[in-house]
């Protein structure tokens, strides 16, 4: 199966076999940082939430606006918020598209600012489209962040963390019937939220669709503190998130980590659209072949 891109204005859209599959969106002036959207199943059909892109979509919740189908962003970054949007955020400014990578991947530049204006620390997100077996399809996804040259970065503990995130669309959220879970078996929020695993899923029945469909976000051995910790709930956030260990282990850790100046971390991860239960799609198999490279 073949992957193009497509540069736009203000996207770069990406299609296997001629049809849409995401778009990386870097101009969007209401987003306090940029997005990929939409995430596009194997039915055609959208994995992630349309709210705030699309507000014409009936029956769709409209809670935290900031959660824009897939994107990365940090809550505590030298005490600045660069996780929500409201009023006084940090925010992701997008820089540059690197040139010369394949059709089938994009590598781009941006920064985290406060709300003057100074930089907090930049941002590289290297994502690369692999389609796989039964109309599954692997988004490789590594995000490198690194301090200023002449100044250190606190990435603080807080649950508001995904550095890989999702916002599924609303038919496949856990309060709507659909299912959380994780490498190790466990079933829902209760179970899944906060804790470490090599790999969660979150799957549900879409409108018309034949069957359940779903995403699963896959953590790499070599990421910064592997296996990942996810915050993922009922009402649709799916984030994989190594810093909120407070919150997570009752005040048991702690999840800061500083950077020296020009100092990086590096994150690695994978994002899996697919039909059929986690099983079904094989999301243990693939996990263990695409962690092995």
């Known amino acids: 199966m073949k992957v193009t891109k497509h ?38 059909q ?35 918020d660069n996780w929500n949007a409201a009023k006084g955020h940090a925010i992701t ?33 290297a994502v690369k489209i692999v389609p796989l077996e039964k ?5 490789d996804w590594q995000v490198t962040l690194t301090s200023p040259a002449d100044a250190p970065t606190k990435l603080g503990d807080t649950k508001e963390v995904g550095i890989c995130a999702v916002r599924v669309a609303a038919p496949l959220q856990g309060d709507r019937g659909g299912r959380i879970e994780n490498a190790e078996g466990a079933v829902g929020e209760g179970e899944c939220w906060g804790k470490p695993s090599a790999w969660c899923d979150y799957s549900g029945t879409l409108p018309g669709g034949d069957g359940p469909v779903g995403v699963a976000i896959l953590s790499h051995p070599r990421t910064f503190r592997h296996p990942t ?45 697919h039909s059929g239960t986690a099983q079904e799609a094989d999301i243990e198999g693939i996990w263990q072949q695409w962690s092995q490279q």
Request: hydrophobic fraction near 35%; include cysteine; glycine fraction near 10%.
């Open 7 to 44: 540069p736009e204005a203000d996207r770069i859209s990406f299609a296997i076999d001629g049809q849409p599959f995401t778009s990386y969106v870097f101009g969007d002036a209401s987003a306090p940082r940029p997005y990929f959207y939409p995430l596009l199943g194997p039915n055609g």
């Open 135 to 139: 109309g599954s399809v692997l988004v």
């Open 46 to 80: 959208p994995l992630t939430r349309r709210f705030p892109m699309d507000t014409t979509a009936a029956d769709e919740p409209t809670d935290h606006p900031h959660h824009r189908s897939l994107w990365s962003g940090h809550g505590d970054v030298n005490g600045h």
């Open 93 to 125: 400014r997008f820089r540059q598209i690197e040139e010369g990578a394949p059709e089938d991947s994009l590598i781009t530049h941006s920064d985290y600012l406060d709300t003057e204006g100074n930089l907090l620390c930049h941002e590289k997100i």
């Open 229 to 273: 910790h996810w915050h993922v709930r009922n009402y649709g956030l799916f984030a994989a998130n190594p810093f909120g260990l407070s919150a997570f282990t009752k005040g048991v850790e702690n999840g800061d980590a500083e950077l020296a100046p020009g100092e990086s971390l590096f994150f690695h991860f994978a994002v899996v659209t």
